[in-house]
């Protein structure tokens, strides 16, 4: 019997347990989703409130185009081409000309020319840390912004109009509910995905046809099924059976207590196969004098099991059948809902 030796790997995707498993998880991803939404708000929250505060000035400023400009509209500058001039060169120099004790850098990062609704009035903002440094610059940028405007030859004139304001402290940017909904969205998105490789790396058997379909070994079923005995009986024979499994030696002991009162012929001797190296284990194996019912567990890897199955292969003891013990009986059922097999009639009658 080699077919143990199959790869999972190889095994195509089975649709319907991956949905009904995945769905058992979405309470874990709900979970992370709320989980993702507070660590980023609480990072938002932080990053945006530790922040530099800042400081904002303003005037407006009023453009007399050429005559020209009232019949074709092109000839108007908007509020892109404002912002995108209003951080080169040609205006930050009559900035610094206006007022040389300026910092380039400073009055490149702190200024900026928008329009906010006519495109004859340009608002000047001056956004720093420093509120008189706010003042200084806007001061600078009406005489900077008026040199250049004026040298363009769509503008005839500029002027400024209601004055400069105070600076005003700006409130700190805090996106609460953007922070929210990106944090969930994390969350989800980061949970779904590590249930779903989970899912798909997962070899444990979590059905008891996966049984006879991986290792084509007969599989008795479940060990909570009403009517195991009987179909040991059928399988195993009616002269009892040697339980053998790699579980540890509590589970094991549960296992075989479970058999016995599910009425089973279990023989008192069982096979530990945990570890194939102990001795005296291949004359235990050699000398079985009755059928070897193997028992498997939803809970564990099947690493352990496929060499155990290798060992009793190696002195020709196979398994007659398999059992399938701390089984999730709630799954199973719904697995098998609207399925014609011997297992959905069976995943009906667990105790």
């Not at 990072?43 to 407006?60: G, P």
């Not at 058997?205 to 009987?230: V, W």
Request: aromatic share 8%; hydrophobic share 40%.
């Amino acid at each position: 019997m080699k077919l143990w030796e199959m790869r999972y790997g190889d095994e195509p995707v089975n649709g319907r347990l991956f949905l009904l498993r995945f769905i058992k998880k979405i309470p874990l991803i709900i979970g992370c989703a709320f989980i993702g939404a507070a660590l980023v708000c609480a990072c938002h929250l932080f990053y945006r409130l530790s922040s530099q505060y800042m400081f904002q000035s303003e005037t407006d400023v009023y453009l007399e185009y050429i005559p020209e400009a009232g019949s074709n509209e092109l000839i108007y500058f908007n509020k892109y081409t404002w912002e995108q001039m209003s951080k080169d060169s040609a205006i930050i120099d009559e900035i610094l000309k206006a007022d040389p004790t300026l910092d380039e850098k400073t009055v490149r990062e702190s200024f900026l020319a928008t329009l906010k609704s006519d495109v004859k009035v340009l608002t000047l903002q001056v956004t720093n840390p420093d509120p008189e440094m706010c003042e200084k610059i806007l001061a600078a940028g009406v005489t900077g912004i008026s040199a250049f405007a004026e040298s363009l030859p769509e503008i005839l004139s500029v002027r400024e109009i209601g004055g400069a304001s105070e600076p005003v402290l700006l409130p700190p940017d805090v996106r609460t509910v953007r922070a929210i909904i990106l944090g969930a969205v994390i969350g989800i998105f980061v949970s779904a995905l590590f249930v779903w490789v989970w899912i798909v790396s997962d070899d444990r058997i979590i059905l008891p046809e996966t049984i006879e379909k991986r290792y084509h070994i007969p599989s008795a079923g479940c060990i909570t099924a009403k009517n195991l005995s009987e179909t040991l009986e059928d399988l195993a024979g009616e002269d009892g059976f040697i339980a053998a499994s790699t579980l540890p030696s509590n589970k094991f002991n549960e296992a075989i207590d479970s058999l016995l009162a599910a009425g089973t012929r279990v023989e008192g001797k069982t096979i530990d196969l945990s570890d194939t190296e102990k001795p005296g284990l291949v004359a235990e194996v050699k000398n079985a004098d009755h059928p070897i019912v193997y028992i498997f567990s939803s809970k564990n890897h099947t690493g352990g099991d496929e060499r155990a199955l290798s060992f009793l292969s190696k002195y020709g003891k196979e398994p007659m059948c398999a059992v399938l013990t701390e089984t999730d009986d709630a799954l199973i059922r719904a697995y098998y809902i609207g399925k014609d097999s011997r297992f959905a009639e069976e995943s009906k009658k667990t105790k």
